[in-house]
């Protein structure tokens, strides 16, 4: 392997650190840290008009979030779909919609979602920290999962 290379990947591997080490952390308390990321989502999305209209804002934890916001189907959210396909923001995030994708609608009709970074992949990137700073201690690379 030439030196350019192994000082990129060891740059690489160092850049991911930070991520990995978070991931890892997560791990340890799960419960904590998925109720971490979904209020920081609700919080991110609190001024949506379905935000204001489910109490973003004042729920505090998991049971209160279930409590409140029922389970819905595409279908249940078809007019605030309708809203950002015509350009509406900040209808069901606040994130900017960067196009719309349907689906296969293998569980029904086809659905369109719009596609966004996520906070989840953020989380995929933590993965993918996680495997290259485990890669060279373990035969797969993915130590931490």
Known sequence: MNPFSIAANGA???SSLPEAL?????LIRVAEEQE?????ILRSNAQTSFGRAHGFASIHT???YQDRIPVRTYDDLAD??????AGEANVLTTAPIDH?????????ASAVLDAQEYPQDRHARQRCSCWACSAPQT?????CM
């Open 100 to 108: 719309f994708e349907p689906t296969s609608g293998s569980s029904g």
């Open 80 to 85: 605030e779909m309708r809203r950002v396909e």
């Open 139 to 143: 035969e797969q690379g993915c130590g």
């Open 62 to 64: 998991v049971r209160e």
């Open 12 to 14: 690489w591997v160092l």
């Open 22 to 26: 978070a991931f890892r952390r997560g």
């Open 36 to 40: 971490r990321i979904l209020l920081g």
